[in-house]
Nanobody, 125 residues
Framework: QVQLVESGGGLVQAGGSLRLSCAASGRTFSNYAMGWFRQPPGKEREFVGAITGYGTNTYYTDSVKGRFTISRDNAKNTVYLQMDSLKPEDTAVYYC??????????????????WGQGTQVTVSK
């Protein structure tokens, strides 16, 4: 079992930055690929990006490429989502998720095994 807890959400003006953290407890963190998802108000959950177990590869959805960066610190059992140049359309509840396969980076949420509770990010105009 893996428990995930996100933090770092909040209110920011357009063009600003936020860094989300996702702390994991449970099993060997490096055995898990980690994904970030978001759910905008009134919309379905969508994939943001993912990182392999040792952080050697990342993958992002087109709308955040060049603005968002995923990293991880396996010594701290934590994955990060650095969000720069934020836009109002980035407003959403952001979730981290763990996939029990270190080198696999699925876009589909149903393929992830564990989820955090989410953290709200609001970007004002």
């Amino acid at each position: 079992q893996v428990q995930l807890v996100e933090s770092g959400g909040g209110l920011v003006q357009a063009g600003g930055s936020l860094r989300l953290s996702c702390a994991a407890s449970g099993r060997t963190f490096s055995n898990y690929a980690m994904g970030w998802f978001r759910q905008p108000p009134g919309k379905e959950r969508e994939f943001v990006g993912a990182i392999t177990g040792y952080g050697t590869n990342t993958y992002y959805t087109d709308s955040v490429k060049g603005r968002f960066t995923i990293s991880r610190d396996n010594a701290k059992n934590t994955v990060y989502l650095q969000m720069d140049s934020l836009k109002p359309e980035d407003t959403a509840v952001y979730y981290c998720a763990a996939k029990s396969a270190a080198v696999y980076l699925p876009r589909e949420g149903r393929l992830y095994d564990y989820w955090g509770q989410g953290t709200q990010v609001t970007v004002s105009k």
